[in-house]
């Protein structure tokens, strides 16, 4: 394939490793409008969450290595993967699962190590789960990286006794039996527990349950699902599995005043003969996109079914797991989920985190499976070593939204189509900051043609423009322990304000962030 010219590198300067070996067709236009003087809700950071279970090598190698290992570590957790997790602003934290959590029986992970009961994982790899992470564990490790903690209960195979329990054992500071076994394990202070699952995927892993049933057992578990102490839990249901839109109707109709949060569950792949993280085709990159892009139909109608039952909007849609799903590596276990991760999942993590913007009136949490080795993860680790993947690179530029102000933002975009899958080849999401600085995202999906945008910010006089630009030479381009830096941000030259009016040129297959103030 042809280089791009060496002029239009020099405009964009977003480096060699940005570009190399891009053949790049002549710029497309598109028009965008951000209507400051609209603002609309404030833009929950909890949106940037993510997600930890007891799978593969996410617990542990990836987070916990223990005390005596050799590779750096406080209390166990790996110092490479907190620092990095910290530079990410990470709000929230879901653990111990996903499918894991309804067959997890959070006794047997406290107390002395030495003395805690092993266990099969039965959904992940049939390994043996020794419990050496466990609540302890997991609680100091939020507070290294600066998360809250996101509990997922067990409701599909524990008693209503031992949910109840956990919450005591988290949360009181009385002198009752959980509190006092609390403080014997060695934690004094009980810990402020805000977000709390009444079950996971209850129609499937966590219990095939029909939503009638499974509506009827959150109102029983939750009944004792009791704030103490002055913690108050911010109570999350089970929801729906994509777009099982009478799981949703049914829930809220029988338990929605009871509930806090509503859990949805969208993953997207290639559904494709191709179904490699690395090995694809231009046909298996837009099929992933446009599998991402529904989840702006997914989120609108599950909200709009909500809007009946919670016209004021008090209850959360609460997407704690969503994000790439391809095949595993080769020659790794097939258990344990482990991919790499390219460009092509930036740009899903880019126009999903856009669409979660776009309905922050709605959405108030979102996690991203997963955190480490698993999925479309934000860290890759082997032994000693460790790699941040494109996708990390997308939440660290993306993280200018939290707690900010959502305006509203149209874009007038081209298609991008190949065979019979079409597109929008940009996508967009605005805020502004409480510093008065407005940050604007845009995804261009387009593998070829550079997108030269014309905007207009009504109702502010911006005076500067700069911007972040994340590219690769190729669309499956990704981050290895060998070449570490193959996808990264990069500075964005040229974008320009004059006679207030904003231009700027979007590389093919790139995800950028414009600062403007």
């Known amino acids: 394939m042809m280089k791009l010219s060496v002029c239009l590198l020099a405009a964009l300067n977003i480096g060699l490793s940005a570009v190399l070996g891009q053949d790049t067709a002549a710029p497309l236009d598109a028009t965008l409008l951000v209507k400051t003087r609209q603002p609309g809700a404030v833009i929950n950071p909890n949106i940037y969450g993510q997600f ?43 653990w111990p699962g996903g499918c894991f959590a309804d067959e997890y029986h959070w006794k047997d992970g406290i107390g002395p190590r030495d003395q805690r009961p092993a266990m099969i994982n039965t959904h992940w790899g049939g390994v043996t789960e020794n419990n050496a992470f466990g609540t302890h564990e997991f609680m100091d490790f ?41 403080r014997k394990n060695g934690r004094q202070e009980p810990w402020k527990v805000r977000f709390f699952g009444v079950g996971n995927e209850s129609w499937g892993c966590g219990g095939d349950m029909p939503p009638e ?22 109570r999350i249901a089970c929801g729906a599995n994509g777009t099982d839109y009478k799981w949703t109707e049914t829930v809220m109709a029988a338990a929605g005043r009871h509930l806090n949060g509503l859990s949805l569950h969208y993953y ?27 989840m702006e139909e997914i989120v609108s109608r599950h909200a709009q079914i909500m809007d009946r039952y919670d016209a004021e ?4 849609l609460i997407v704690d ?93 081209p298609a991008y189509s190949l065979d019979d899958t079409s597109i929008p080849a940009v996508t967009v999401s605005a805020s502004r900051a409480n510093d008065g600085k407005v940050h604007i995202s845009l995804t261009n999906a387009d593998p070829h043609h550079p997108i030269s945008l014309s905007g207009v910010l009504d109702g502010m006089a911006a005076t500067s423009v700069s911007g972040r630009v994340l590219s690769a030479p190729a669309i499956n381009s990704y981050n290895s322990f060998t070449a570490p830096d193959t996808v990264q941000a990069a500075s964005l030259e040229g974008a320009k304000l004059e006679g207030g009016k904003l231009s700027v040129t979007l590389p093919p297959k790139s995800v950028v962030v414009l600062e403007v103030q």
């Not at 909007?313 to 959360?316: A, E, F, N, V, Y």
């Open 213 to 234: 049933f499974y509506a009827q057992n959150f109102l029983r578990y939750n009944t004792f699902v009791k704030d103490y102490s002055g913690n108050k839990v911010y």
């Open 142 to 182: 939020c507070a290294q990286i600066g998360a809250q903690p996101y509990i997922c209960g067990n409701l599909g195979s524990g008693t209503v006794q031992e949910m109840m329990e956990w919450v005591e054992y988290m949360t009181s500071d009385a002198q009752s039996p959980m509190a006092n076994l609390r």
């Open 321 to 413: 797991e969503w994000g790439a799903w391809h095949n595993v590596e080769p020659g790794t276990n097939p258990g344990f989920l482990y991919q790499q991760n390219t460009l092509r999942d930036a740009l899903v993590a880019g126009l999903t985190l856009n669409i979660f913007n776009h309905h922050c009136d709605r959405v108030r949490m979102a996690n991203i499976a997963q955190l480490v080795n698993v999925l479309q993860a934000m860290i890759l680790t082997d032994k000693e070593k460790m790699v941040l993947t494109p996708t990390y690179h997308v939440f660290q530029m993306y993280a200018v939204h939290q707690n900010a102000t959502l305006l509203p933002a149209e874009i007038a975009s």
């Open 268 to 294: 997207c792949g290639t559904g494709r003969a191709s179904q490699s993280a690395t090995d694809f085709s231009e046909g298996d990159w837009i099929y992933l996109l446009a599998s991402a892009s529904r």
């Open 52 to 94: 930890s279970e007891h799978l593969g090598h996410c617990i542990y190698e990836g987070v916990w290595v223990g005390e005596e290992s050799p590779i750096p570590n406080t209390r166990g957790m790996r110092n490479d993967v907190v620092a990095a997790l910290k530079a990410l602003k990470v709000p929230v934290l879901r």
């Open 313 to 316: 909007k008090r209850i959360g």
